[in-house]
């Protein structure tokens, strides 16, 4: 049964990406495939980019972030990476007195142990915005999960303990296992531990990186959704693991630029080949994340716009699988409606 509404999951979206590249558009040009009329799920939309309208799509949202505020960024694997740059974070992070976070990495890179993590922080410049936590620093707890299909906790770094309210804002593009990135791969794997990321990449089986081999590249696991959706399914449970941790006390926030099919984890990425298309926010992180896919699924192509591998790689990994366990499991709904903000 599970396998049939997974199936028939794939077969809508399909159908939805069709009917929203014949021109189903809400106004302002912006696709909503998935929009009607009893929505519940509101999403913000900006095409502009720009750290003014970064705060005016925040406060759109009309939920003060308040206490002790922790605001979710990648800092990116290398200069070449495409992580949001500090100028564009810097006046909304001041806005909420907020504390940049990040957790350390689980393969060998440049960001997989605190002190060389914090040297590529400090060659960034987010230093220059505000406090950076490497949440993990220190250790880690474990956290329940709802769907303990996969994973049985969410390992996630202990300086959560010390926020009450998280700004998840994440840079929306490709991803080399999951197919995409957005607000659900940066609650997951990006609040989870080094060894919450080998938890979550190896759908509950280790613990340690050693012992999981390479997390980016599982021989095999790309061939079919039975063998890759373990993995879909778990970043799922750990998105929504860390959204009741903070008592639904979040926001999303996807910035849709410089998007190319890898992810700001990559220190060499692909150049990106899709025109920047906006920022969107949601209370919602299944709407805000549907709604981004429904933009690049629907982008003709030509006029510098080239989203054929992109999608290719979203339906070779079935990353859209995230989007519809999230919604099994309560977390948010694919449905939506949009408010565009000019």
Not at 142 to 147: A, F, G, L, W, Y
Not at 159 to 166: K, S
Not at 269 to 287: F, N, Q, R, W, Y
Request: contains cysteine; charged residues 20%; negative net charge.
């Amino acid at each position: 049964m599970k396998k049939l509404n997974y199936t028939l999951s794939l077969l809508l979206f399909a159908a939805l990406v069709g009917t929203a590249s014949c021109g189903s558009q809400s106004k302002g040009g912006i696709v909503s495939s998935t929009e009607t009329q009893d929505a519940t799920s509101v999403v913000y939309f900006t095409k502009e980019i720009t750290p003014e309208s970064l705060v005016k799509v925040y406060e759109a949202l009309g939920v003060e972030a308040t206490g002790r505020v922790a605001v979710k960024i990648s800092t990116g694997e290398s200069a070449k990476s495409n992580n949001l740059s500090p100028e564009l974070i810097a006046p909304l992070v001041h806005k909420v007195g907020g504390t940049l976070v990040e957790c350390n990495t689980a393969y060998g890179g440049s960001r997989s142990t605190t002190a060389s993590h914090r040297a590529e922080i400090a060659k960034r410049g987010y230093n220059e915005v505000a406090t950076v936590d490497i949440m993990d620093e220190e250790g880690e707890i474990k956290i329940p999960v709802k769907d303990t299909k996969w994973i049985q906790y969410d390992i996630v770094g202990s300086h959560v303990q010390n926020y009450d309210f998280m700004i998840n804002l994440a840079h929306f593009k490709g991803h080399a296992m999951g197919g995409f990135g957005g607000v659900l791969k940066n609650a997951s794997i990006g609040v989870a531990s080094s060894n919450g990321k080998v938890n979550i990449h190896s759908a509950g089986k280790h613990e340690k990186a050693e012992a999981s081999g390479d997390l980016h590249s599982p021989a095999g696991w790309f061939l079919s959704p039975e063998k890759n959706t373990p993995f879909i399914e778990s970043m799922a449970a750990a998105a929504q693991a860390v959204h009741d941790y903070f008592k639904g006390n979040v926001i999303y926030i996807d910035v849709m630029n410089n998007i190319s099919i890898d992810c700001d984890c990559d220190g060499n990425p692909h150049e990106p080949t899709i025109k920047d298309i906006g920022i969107a926010a949601s209370l919602d992180p299944v709407a805000l994340d549907k709604f981004c896919i429904d933009q690049v699924f629907s982008i003709p192509s030509g006029d510098g716009n080239d989203t054929k591998a992109l999608i290719d790689r979203i339906n070779q990994r079935h990353g859209i699988r995230i989007l519809y366990r999230a919604e099994e499991n309560g977390l948010g709904s694919t449905s939506y409606k949009v408010v565009e903000i000019n």
